[in-house]
Each structure stands twice: as C-alpha cells, then as structure tokens.
C-alpha cells in the first residue's frame, strides 16, 4: 500500500498525490457515507421528553491521573428530576451514584470509584428532558468542560493527536448497550495510513469501557488522526491528549535541532484535553471563538476520512478588518493543518470566529487547537471540534469561573439577520438575568465575545442563552496565572 505522510503545510498539501482509500481494507468495508449517521451532537431531550441518556469519557481517577473529572448534571426544566449515574471504568469496576437535580440548578458528581481506576466514564440516565450532562476536569493540566456523548454510533472521528517523548492520547471507548462490541482502529500519521494488528478486533465489553493507549503502537508520532469503526454493535469514543513539560535537554519541535534524524523531539507546552469525537465527517464545521499569535498558537487541522478528495473553504471572521477565505483540496486519508498564528491575513491578537465548508460536497472532521505560553497570560492547551447544528436555545449546563479562571461566552451568528440575544443564569430554582448582563446584539454573520465573571470573583451555575434566530454559542475557560485552556460547544435545547 502506499505510504504518505500527513501534510505540514497547506502548499504542500495542493500537490500531494491521493492514497489509497483505507475503507478497502477488510477491517473498513464501507465508506463513511455510506454508514447510517449517529445523532450528529449531543442535544438536550424535549423538556415533555420521560427520559434522556448522556454517555461520558476520557477521564481518570482523581487520585493522581492527568483528567480528574466530575459529571455535571444541568436541569433547566421547571421541576426536580432524578439522575442514576453508572461509573465506568477501564478495569471493570462499577459504581452507581442517584442524585436529584432540582428545578433551575445543576449537580455535580464526582468520577470516584472505591479503590480507583486508570481510566474512567460514565453513563447517565435523567428521568425527564430539558437537561444536559458535561464532563468538568479540573486537574494539573488545566479546566475544561465537554459535553457528553447523546448516542452511540458505529464510526467516531479525531483530526487531530501527538505521542512524544513528553505527550501520549489515550482513546476510551465506552459501550453502554447490552452486546459486546468489535472494533477497529485505523489512523493517518505523519509516517503514513496505519492499522497496527494489535487495534484490530478489539472488544469493548456490553455496559463497560476499553482504553487504548495510541503510544503502545503509534511511538513517536507528531499527528494522529484516528479512524475508529466498529464491526458489531456501538461505541461512544473519547480522546484525551496529554503532555508535561519537556525533559532537560531535549529538542523542542519547530527548533533546528528537532530536525535531527536522530533527535528525540518534545512538544513545548504542557497541559490536557479531553475531546468526544466526531459520529460522522460534515460538510459544515463552525468555531465561535478564535484567537492567535502573541504567544497563542491556533490550528485548524482537518481530516478527510473518506475516499474522494475534499475541496475546503476556510473562511475567518476577523473582528477588525477582513481576511481572505483559505480555498484547499484534502485528498482521501489525508489531513491537512492550517495554522492560523503563521498567516499573514490573520493578524496577531485580533480575535475571529471561523466557519469551515465543503464546496464539493465531500463530509471532513475539523478541530481547533490551540496552545498557549508567554508572552500570553495564558497557558496550556485546548482542543474542540467544531460545532454543527446552530439553536435558538443553549444550555451551559459547566460554566465555570474564579478568580484563577476567566469565563467567556462566544455568540456566532451566521444568519443575514441581527439578533438580541439573552444570557440567563440558573440559580436556586430560578432563571434570571446575568448579573449586569443586558441583552447582546449580534449583527449577521458576526460573533460576540461576553466575559462572565468581570466584576465578580467567581460564577459555577448553568447557563441558558436564548436567540430569536438560530446562533452559535460556545463556552471557553482560560486560567490566570495557572494552567488551562478550556474549549467546549454549548448543549442545544430542543
């Protein structure tokens, strides 16, 4: 089979040649359009709805692991509802906890079960609709708050991942269904399409979890995109991208001396993502919030899992002045980043949303990344899939802020209307106003950035954005002075 590495630049990129499409292989028998589509991304039941499921992963024990998490169970209805939360683990444990939510608040649950676990999920049922359940990690790495998986899906997607001499992913698979599960892993590196023996067949056991390290067979690999595909039954899949700081002496990627043959490189910045992947590629992939250069390093890295090439049009939405769309072809089991901090029609610190198209039709999988140091006030790392389904209704069921974290809400709009949007708080069984908060103008095809906790020192409710039109709405937490980049898509409210 032919080999070719994943391309590092986008000039690159428009000359190489198309591969061999991996769906061939006996391990990936049909194309990932021709695969039924799981529900594209988590969204909250009907508030008449009896019943809801959320599937979460990716986390560890908080005895030492680098995601220590809680599931954080947002009820935006107007009654109490009861939450069972099954804990899942790498190593067959279970442990169930039952909480109620009341009406207008939020619950939190830690991730714990007696004696431990490397690795840790959960699956959570909520006996009513209107609610939504996020993964909150809080550890060394830094915050972030991602929402839970609604459904399963025989295909998940990531474009993007790193293992180093300092930074690993793990992927955990979680079947919360009746029947074991046999999937299989395939992956696009910068050494080329590979299916390692040992991430073929793999079972992930009925209501359990299964953890892969991707460095026990993928060493050494500067990008990874992974390809997950299940031959019987259906996974909910999860990535968490770790990295710790650099050892003494060793070559820092995009140095001279990285580029020794013989040198072992390391990634600069530390920190943590916890990432649901993607059910299906689309043709359409939207980010709020974008910001790059002045020490934050931005990438748009796409992936084309299928077997036609895919013409793209990136296009970024500067708050000051306009940039260019970026207009590139992605061949079939490729991927291709465009970073944003070293394009010169994207001006340092100017902040943008970013709206990624297919303009042939053909479906990809696209995630921001984001890295950040000094001189930025910033530090760590973020990870998002872009977002796929505008609502008129948001729940941000983690919203998080202290005086070591600065809290943001990003509104996109991508209608031709302009709309006043509304930011409320769900506080001691009530709905109210964001302290301060007047209702946001939103001019078409703009996006609006609202910083939550200025004048306060700290906010932990839900939130519950309401727009006349559908919108886009994000939730990002940024440490001060501490580790964390936290990027996550809002839940939306049927």
């Given at each position: 089979?032919a080999?070719?590495?994943?391309?590092g630049?986008?000039v690159?990129?428009?000359?190489?040649?198309?591969l061999?499409?991996?769906?061939?292989?006996?391990?990936?028998t049909?194309?990932?359009?021709?695969?039924?589509?799981?529900?594209?991304?988590?969204?909250?039941?009907?508030?008449?709805?009896?019943?809801?499921?959320?599937?979460?992963g990716?986390?560890?024990?908080?005895?030492?692991?680098?995601?220590?998490?809680?599931?954080?169970?947002?009820?935006s209805?107007?009654?109490?509802?009861?939450a069972?939360?099954?804990?899942?683990?790498?190593?067959?444990?279970?442990?169930?906890?039952?909480?109620?939510?009341?009406?207008?608040?939020?619950?939190?649950?830690?991730?714990?079960?007696?004696?431990?676990?490397?690795?840790?999920g959960?699956?959570?049922?909520?006996?009513?609709g209107?609610?939504?359940?996020?993964?909150?990690?809080?550890?060394?790495?830094?915050?972030?708050?991602?929402?839970?998986?609604?459904?399963?899906?025989?295909h998940?997607?990531?474009?993007?991942?790193?293992?180093?001499?300092?930074?690993?992913?793990?992927?955990?698979?979680?079947?919360?269904?009746?029947?074991?599960?046999?999937?299989?892993?395939?992956?696009?590196?910068?050494?080329?399409?590979?299916m390692?023996?040992?991430?073929?067949?793999?079972?992930?056991?009925?209501?359990?979890?299964?953890?892969?390290n991707?460095?026990?067979?993928?060493?050494?690999?500067?990008?990874?995109?992974?390809?997950?595909?299940?031959?019987?039954?259906?996974?909910?899949?999860?990535?968490?991208?770790?990295?710790t700081?650099?050892?003494?002496?060793?070559?820092?990627?995009?140095?001279?001396a990285?580029?020794?043959?013989?040198?072992?490189?390391?990634?600069?910045?530390?920190?943590?993502?916890?990432?649901?992947?993607?059910?299906?590629?689309?043709?359409?992939?939207?980010?709020?919030?974008?910001?790059?250069?002045?020490?934050?390093?931005?990438?748009?890295?796409?992936?084309?899992?299928?077997?036609?090439?895919?013409?793209?049009?990136?296009?970024?939405q500067?708050?000051?002045g306009?940039?260019e769309?970026f207009?590139?072809?992605?061949?079939?089991?490729q991927?291709i980043?465009?970073?944003?901090?070293?394009?010169?029609?994207?001006?340092?610190?100017?902040?943008?949303?970013?709206?990624?198209?297919?303009?042939?039709?053909?479906?990809?999988?696209?995630?921001?990344?984001?890295?950040?140091?000094?001189?930025?006030?910033?530090?760590?790392?973020?990870?998002?899939?872009?977002?796929?389904?505008?609502?008129?209704?948001?729940?941000?069921?983690?919203?998080?802020?202290?005086?070591?974290?600065?809290?943001?809400?990003?509104?996109?709009?991508?209608?031709?209307q302009?709309?006043?949007?509304?930011?409320?708080?769900?506080?001691s069984?009530?709905?109210?106003?964001?302290?301060?908060?007047?209702?946001?103008?939103?001019?078409?095809?703009?996006?609006?950035?609202?910083?939550?906790?200025?004048?306060?020192?700290?906010?932990?409710?839900?939130?519950?954005?309401?727009?006349?039109?559908?919108?886009?709405?994000?939730?990002?937490?940024?440490?001060?002075?501490?580790p964390?980049?936290?990027?996550?898509?809002?839940?939306?409210l049927?």
């Amino acid at each position: 089979m032919a080999r070719a590495p994943i391309v590092g630049a986008v000039v690159a990129a428009l000359v190489a040649g198309a591969l061999i499409d991996k769906a061939a292989s006996p391990q990936t028998t049909a194309s990932p359009a021709s695969v039924p589509a799981a529900q594209q991304v988590p969204v909250a039941a009907p508030a008449k709805a009896l019943s809801s499921s959320w599937f979460c992963g990716g986390a560890t024990d908080t005895s030492g692991g680098y995601a220590p998490a809680s599931v954080v169970i947002a009820n935006s209805g107007n009654t109490a509802t009861n939450a069972v939360v099954d804990l899942i683990t790498s190593n067959g444990q279970r442990h169930q906890v039952t909480v109620t939510v009341g009406p207008k608040s939020r619950q939190a649950v830690t991730e714990d079960v007696p004696g431990g676990a490397p690795w840790i999920g959960a699956s959570v049922d909520v006996d009513s609709g209107a609610t939504s359940v996020e993964q909150f990690v809080n550890g060394p790495g830094g915050v972030t708050a991602t929402p839970c998986g609604t459904s399963g899906s025989s295909h998940w997607y990531f474009a993007a991942g790193q293992t180093l001499v300092n930074a690993g992913v793990e992927l955990t698979l979680v079947n919360p269904y009746p029947s074991d599960s046999v999937v299989d892993l395939s992956f696009t590196t910068d050494q080329g399409i590979e299916m390692p023996v040992e991430d073929q067949g793999l079972i992930v056991p009925r209501g359990g979890m299964l953890a892969v390290n991707l460095g026990d067979h993928l060493r050494r690999r500067q990008e990874i995109a992974t390809t997950v595909t299940a031959r019987t039954g259906r996974v909910v899949a999860w990535k968490t991208q770790w990295v710790t700081s650099p050892p003494s002496g060793a070559a820092i990627l995009g140095t001279p001396a990285a580029s020794n043959p013989l040198a072992d490189p390391a990634t600069p910045i530390p920190g943590v993502t916890v990432t649901l992947g993607a059910p299906s590629p689309s043709t359409n992939w939207v980010w709020a919030d974008g910001q790059a250069g002045n020490g934050v390093g931005e990438q748009y890295v796409i992936y084309n899992p299928g077997p036609v090439t895919a013409d793209v049009r990136l296009s970024v939405q500067l708050d000051q002045g306009i940039a260019e769309p970026f207009e590139l072809s992605v061949p079939p089991d490729q991927v291709i980043p465009i970073e944003s901090d070293q394009q010169a029609r994207i001006p340092a610190g100017v902040t943008h949303a970013a709206v990624l198209q297919s303009t042939n039709g053909v479906a990809v999988v696209a995630e921001r990344v984001v890295a950040a140091s000094s001189p930025s006030s910033w530090s760590g790392l973020g990870d998002m899939l872009g977002a796929r389904v505008p609502a008129q209704r948001w729940l941000l069921g983690a919203s998080y802020a202290d005086s070591s974290h600065d809290g943001w809400v990003v509104l996109y709009n991508p209608t031709n209307q302009a709309v006043q949007v509304t930011i409320d708080m769900l506080s001691s069984g009530s709905e109210v106003a964001l302290a301060g908060q007047t209702p946001v103008s939103l001019a078409p095809g703009r996006r609006v950035a609202v910083h939550i906790n200025q004048g306060r020192s700290a906010l932990e409710v839900a939130l519950v954005v309401k727009s006349p039109m559908p919108i886009y709405a994000e939730y990002d937490i940024y440490g001060i002075g501490t580790p964390g980049v936290g990027l996550g898509s809002g839940v939306p409210l049927s």
